[in-house]
């Protein structure tokens, strides 16, 4: 099978249809909530907190479960069983990390974006601007992989090979997700959300019950057939070690990623935003708990959909596909329910990307017209009326565009490393800096510059300089190598992602920044502070500005 042939069973008129009644369908509802909302920076940012505990609750899950939970695990599974289903683990753990150590915390204390909570009890410009600058870091690279996995998606289920075409399908994705944005704001991207999760948690588990149906729901014979369908080396999907059990390296290179994904999300900052569009601490509460059910439930189907792709399609046709373990769902889905659930489930996964990319793009916009703006530029001095706001807008065509130009860029490379980079990112910049100012009274301005800054700087370099972008060997089958960059080799740092040392580096970097330095935070701040993010006091006052 070819590129140019698609997956087979695709109908590309059919995907076609179905993509354009979802985005109809979905615009619609961002015009019509939109009527509602008023023109302030409370509305854009975070619909007035003007959600539920359970609509957001299905939103975060919507915003959490991108295109690489649902098409990226699945394959994972399919082609590496259990070491493919610890992703699914890390990222549910990740989740209750993030719960547990700073999603309340930080929506009691913080008003739109995490610059702040860290301006709290600091000086605001420098902080904020280092804020901000991490935060379009993630979003950045976030988006960037988003993209470039929504060009290769849609293209292959459109059928198309040809680049100049495949980059009309990035801008047509970049621009329907910039529609969202400036039509709804957070109001209508949520509702996006909401919708979004509905679809993928429904598809999931439709092909999860039918999948389990057809071995008479005996799961030991799914994995039997699973590991007979394996071959020689079936019995290892059973067994860790398949994918990073090879060498000492690999297995580091595994505790690596596992810790950049366990503790990235709970830096990610178009998740944290989330918590910002609930009134009170107790819709905050139940928002964690929907959540947490709709996407531990998730992760259980793909075990199911994985190794079921495994049975039923078999790892040597996934692997021969276009689009590699990334084509497992699709496959499942035509192997099951020929040609029409393969295009409900192409929509499926084109709303998660479409909804993925909307998030971003709004948290993106925020963290620059709040903190750098409003709070770096205008000195905190309001301007005309709902100038904040405008500049917000003007950003989300600005990142969007970058979006796009940078996805047709980055469209047919290893894009992996983009989404490795992103949660190392939050995981070594984002997260020690908000530990660091929720749980420790001495922190101080030059802690969090040094965390943050320090942090983004020695995660990018260790990534520039890893094997995701040069050095790794040709694989004989392809003729390729798995790095992004072809032909070269100047990689010095062994490891895929840098989380192993680079999140430990910008904790002790925020510890030395205050301890070196002589200010001392406004008295009484730290107090303020932890009563606030413990109560909720004030915070609803903060929601309602």
């Given at each position: 099978?070819?590129?140019?042939?698609?997956?087979?069973?695709?109908?590309?008129?059919?995907?076609?249809?179905?993509?354009?009644?979802f985005v109809a369908i979905t615009l619609g509802i961002v015009i019509y909530v939109s009527r509602r909302r008023t023109a302030g920076a409370a509305d854009f940012y975070t619909a007035g907190g003007g959600f539920s505990g359970p609509?957001?609750?299905?939103?975060?899950?919507?915003?959490?479960?991108?295109?690489?939970?649902f098409l990226g695990i699945a394959g994972a599974i399919a082609?590496?069983?259990?070491?493919?289903?610890?992703y699914s683990i890390g990222f549910l753990v990740a989740w209750l990390v993030a719960l547990l150590?700073?999603?309340?915390l930080l929506r009691n204390t913080g008003k739109f974006t995490m610059g702040d909570v860290l301006a709290f009890r600091m000086r605001q410009r420098?902080?904020?601007?280092?804020?901000?600058?991490?935060?379009?870091?993630?979003?950045?690279?976030?988006?960037?992989?988003?993209?470039?996995?929504?060009?290769?998606?849609?293209?292959?289920?459109?059928?198309?090979?040809?680049k100049t075409q495949q980059g009309i399908v990035i801008a047509v994705v970049g621009v329907v997700m910039i529609a969202y944005v400036l039509i709804g704001g957070m109001r209508g991207t949520t509702w996006v959300q909401i919708i979004k999760a509905v679809l993928l948690i429904a598809g999931a588990a439709v092909m999860t019950v039918w999948v389990m149906a057809l071995y008479g729901f005996n799961f030991s014979a799914l994995l039997g057939d699973a590991v007979a369908k394996g071959g020689a080396a079936g019995e290892a999907l059973?067994?860790?070690?398949?994918?990073?059990?090879?060498?000492?390296?690999?297995?580091?290179?595994?505790?690596?990623?596992?810790?950049?994904?366990?503790?990235?999300t709970a830096g990610l900052p178009h998740i944290l935003m989330r918590f910002y569009t609930v009134p009170t601490a107790k819709e905050a509460r139940r928002s964690v708990v929907w959540a947490i059910w709709l996407i531990g439930l998730f992760y259980l189907f793909t075990l199911v959909l994985g190794y079921g792709a495994g049975a039923l399609v078999g790892p040597d046709a996934i692997k021969k596909a276009p689009g590699g373990a990334n084509s497992a769902a699709p496959l499942l889905a035509y192997q099951l329910g020929g040609t029409l659930l393969?295009?409900?489930?192409?929509?499926?996964?084109?709303?998660?990307?479409?909804?993925?990319v909307a998030g971003l793009t709004i948290t993106a916009s925020a963290s620059f017209a709040h903190d750098i703006y409003l709070n770096v530029i205008k000195k905190g001095e309001p301007g005309a009326a709902n100038e904040e706001v405008k500049v917000a807008r003007i950003t989300a065509v600005v990142i969007g565009i970058v979006a796009i130009v940078g996805g047709i860029l980055a469209n047919g490379q290893n894009i992996a490393f983009l989404v490795a980079l992103a949660f190392a990112v939050a995981a070594s910049a984002n997260l020690p800096t908000i530990l660091y100012s929720l749980f420790w009274k001495r922190f101080n301005t030059q802690g969090a510059l040094w965390s943050i800054y320090g942090g983004l700087a020695i995660t990018i370099v260790l990534i520039v300089f890893s094997p995701v972008v040069s050095g790794k060997p040709v694989d004989a089958a392809t003729g390729k190598s798995a790095s992004m960059l072809q032909g070269v080799d100047f990689h010095w740092f062994p490891l895929d992602n840098p989380g192993l040392v680079s999140i430990p580096l910008s904790f002790l970097l925020g510890y030395l920044g205050t301890v070196l330095s002589k200010e001392k935070p406004p008295a009484g701040k730290f107090a303020e502070m932890e009563v606030r993010s413990l109560t909720g006091v004030g915070v609803e006052k903060a929601v309602s500005h």
């Open positions: 099978m070819t590129l140019a042939a698609g997956i087979e069973g695709s109908n590309p008129i059919l995907n076609i249809v179905i993509f354009g009644v609509q957001n609750g299905i939103a975060i899950s919507g915003d959490y479960l991108s295109a690489a939970s082609l590496n069983g259990y070491d493919g289903f610890l150590l700073v999603a309340e420098p902080v904020r601007a280092a804020a901000a600058t991490s935060t379009l870091a993630v979003s950045f690279f976030y988006l960037l992989a988003q993209m470039a996995g929504a060009g290769g998606l849609v293209a292959l289920l459109l059928d198309i090979s040809d059973l067994n860790p070690g398949k994918q990073y059990g090879k060498t000492g390296v690999s297995k580091l290179d595994f505790v690596s990623l596992g810790l950049a994904l366990v503790l990235g393969l295009g409900i489930i192409a929509a499926v996964a084109f709303a998660t990307i479409l909804a993925v």
